[in-house]
C-alpha cells in the first residue's frame, strides 16, 4: 500500500519567515495531494491541495509543488504569522478502485514566534 | 450549520468493555471515514464507507467494526477495548471520494481504555 514519509516533524520560525514542508510517497498510481492543518483541540482542516497533471499551486501565502518523477512534494508557506502556528499533514491517494484510501503523513508541528 | 459530529468527545472506559463512538454528518455527504491519531504516527485510516451499506478496511481496522445504514451516521464500534486503542479518534466526511475531495474532519473523540 501507500506509505507517505514528511519531514520535517517540528519547524521553529521567526514570524515573517518562510517556512517548508516536504512529503514523499511510495506508490506511483498516487494522484491526489491535500495538505490539512489542525489547529489545538481541532479536526483537520484542507488547505490546499493539488493532482498529479499539476506541477505547482498556490492560493495567497501558501503554495504546493508536486515532482513526479521523484515522488514527492511540499508545502510552502511564505511570510508566516503567530496564526500559522499548527500540526500540518500532508496526504496521498491512489485514484482508480482505491480511491477511497487517503493515507497521511506523520505531521509537522509548525511554530512561529512573533 | 455543516457540520460532522462525534460523540463523546472523551471517553475513559474499561479494557473489554464495548463502546460506540457516533459520528453523524448532516451534508448528505457519500463519504465516511474513521482516523486515529496516535503522536509521531499521524492520522491512520480505520475503516471507510463509499455510501450506504458499503464499507472497507483502511490500514488499521483490526479491533474494530463499523456500520453504515444510513447515510449521515457511521458509528465506530470497540467490542472489546484494549489499552492500545487509546488514542485520539476522528470521523470525516466528504461528497464523494470519486475525484476526490475534500474531507470534512470532526473535532475528535479522545478514548483512554485503562
Known amino acids: 500500500g501507500e506509505n507517505v514519509e514528511q519531514h520535517p516533524s517540528t519547524l521553529s520560525v521567526q514570524e515573517g519567515d518562510s517556512a517548508v514542508i516536504k512529503c514523499t510517497y511510495s506508490?506511483?498510481?498516487?494522484?491526489?495531494f491535500p495538505w490539512y492543518k489542525q489547529e489545538l483541540g481541532k479536526g483537520p482542516q484542507l488547505i490546499i491541495d493539488?493532482?498529479?497533471?499539476?506541477g505547482e499551486k498556490k492560493d495567497q501565502r501558501i503554495a504546493v509543488t508536486l515532482n513526479k518523477t521523484a515522488k514527492h512534494f511540499s508545502l510552502h508557506i511564505t511570510e508566516t504569522q503567530p496564526e500559522d502556528s499548527a500540526v500540518y499533514f500532508c496526504?496521498?491517494?491512489?485514484?482508480?478502485?482505491?480511491?477511497?484510501?487517503?493515507?497521511f503523513g506523520q505531521g509537522t508541528i509548525l511554530t512561529v514566534h512573533p | 450549520e455543516a457540520q460532522v459530529t462525534q460523540n463523546p468527545r472523551y471517553l475513559i472506559t474499561v479494557t473489554g468493555k464495548k463502546l460506540t463512538v457516533t459520528c453523524s454528518q448532516n451534508?448528505?455527504?457519500?463519504?465516511m471515514s474513521w482516523y486515529r491519531q496516535d503522536p509521531g504516527l499521524g492520522l491512520r485510516q480505520i475503516y471507510y464507507?463509499?455510501?450506504?451499506?458499503?464499507?472497507d478496511k483502511g490500514d488499521v481496522p483490526e479491533g474494530y467494526k463499523v456500520s453504515r445504514k444510513e447515510k449521515r451516521n457511521f458509528p465506530l464500534i470497540l467490542e472489546s477495548p484494549s489499552p492500545n486503542q487509546t488514542s485520539l479518534y476522528f470521523c470525516?466526511?466528504?461528497?464523494?471520494?470519486?475525484?476526490?475531495?475534500?474531507?470534512?474532519f470532526g473535532e475528535g473523540s479522545r478514548l483512554t481504555v485503562l
Open positions: 470525516a466526511s466528504s461528497l464523494s471520494m470519486r475525484n476526490t475531495g475534500e474531507l470534512f
Open positions: 506508490d506511483s498510481a498516487s494522484n491526489y
Open positions: 493539488i493532482r498529479s497533471n499539476v
Open positions: 496526504a496521498a491517494s491512489v485514484g482508480g478502485t482505491s480511491y477511497g484510501k487517503l493515507t
Open positions: 451534508m448528505n455527504h457519500e463519504y
Open positions: 464507507s463509499m455510501n450506504v451499506e458499503v464499507t
